[in-house]
């Protein structure tokens, strides 16, 4: 079979998912200020080959609840709303900073599943996408988990952004993680799992394996990265799962290298962006 990431070189416009726990000291919750220096250096670099960047970044209530001194993992809603309206200002603080150092204007897009089920705002959210990719600025994506309600919150950044993704037409996703990418099922609890390093179809059998996180602050877990793998192949993306350890990791999925597992695009005819939030289809099949 002809090596099917070669054609991630010439991705154009990039969509970077990085997950809490990968922002985050797993000792101590605080914020990884080299990890976050050095992301923010390879999508640096990404730009100046000419290539589009979307980051969505999680980590608004991870750094919240450290900053507000919180040891669990906040369970009611309103205590994660207010470690999120805590932990948002302070990472795009950070950003803001580290980007500006190179050169790079970033800027905040905090989404509901509102804006992309009402017909005007998600128009209006793909025009500010369009206008400030022409503009080169690196739009920051998350939730606005502040206002976010059980009916109208997306509940993990995976879906975001494979949403964002087809929203923008992207071409590739980039989820970062803790783990390599796909196994047979969650290595922390199977020590005989063993690692996919390509998926062609999406089926029941892999919803299976994913099961959810293991870790404090990480939501979701493998089983929305499923669902995110399924949105974005249908848009007609690739997606690869990489561990978010050395962020460098970035630079080998676009140079083709063997890294991660690669979810290769698919493009539906019939892709509805709107059947996919609405209907939830994905979860049910
Ligand atoms: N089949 C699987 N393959 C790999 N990881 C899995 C699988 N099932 C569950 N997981 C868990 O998913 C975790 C990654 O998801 P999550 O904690 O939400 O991270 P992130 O914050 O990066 O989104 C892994 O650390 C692992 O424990
Ligand atoms: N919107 C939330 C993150 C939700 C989420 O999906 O987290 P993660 O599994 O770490 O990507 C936050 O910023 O804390």
Not at 54 to 65: D, E, K, P
């Amino acid at each position: 079979m002809i090596n099917s990431r070669l054609t991630l070189k010439d991705k154009k416009r990039i969509v970077v998912k990085i997950g809490s726990s990968s922002l985050t000291h797993p000792a101590t919750g605080s914020i990884n200020l080299m990890k976050i220096e050095k992301l923010v250096r390879v999508l640096t670099d990404l730009r100046n080959q000419g290539k589009e960047v979307i980051l969505v970044s999680s980590g608004a209530i991870a750094v919240g609840r450290e900053t507000i001194g919180l040891k669990e993992k906040p369970k009611a809603k309103s205590v994660k709303q207010a470690c999120a309206a805590v932990g948002q200002a302070r990472l795009m603080m950070v950003y803001q900073k580290l980007f500006a150092e190179y050169n790079q204007v970033p800027a905040q897009i905090l989404m509901t599943k509102d804006t992309m089920i009402n017909n005007i705002s998600r128009k209006n959210a793909r025009n500010t996408f369009e206008e400030l990719l022409k503009l080169g600025v690196i739009p920051i994506v998350n939730e606005n988990d502040t206002v976010s309600t059980d009916e109208i919150e997306f509940g993990d950044n995976d879906t975001l952004s494979a949403i964002v993704t087809a929203l923008v037409h992207g071409d590739l996703l980039i989820l970062l993680s803790d783990i390599d990418g796909l196994y047979t099922d969650d290595p922390h609890k199977n020590k005989n799992a063993k690692f996919i390093d390509f998926v062609e179809v999406i089926d029941n059998g892999l919803n299976e394996m994913a099961k959810d996180t293991a870790t404090s602050v990480g939501t979701g877990g493998m089983a929305t990265k499923i669902v995110a793998a399924k949105i974005a192949t249908d848009s007609g993306a690739d997606m690869v799962i990489a561990n978010g350890e050395d962020v460098s990791i970035i630079n080998d999925v676009m140079e083709g290298n063997n890294v991660g597992t690669l979810f290769k695009a698919h493009k539906n005819k019939d892709f509805v962006l709107l059947d996919y939030i609405k209907t939830e289809q994905y979860n049910k099949e």
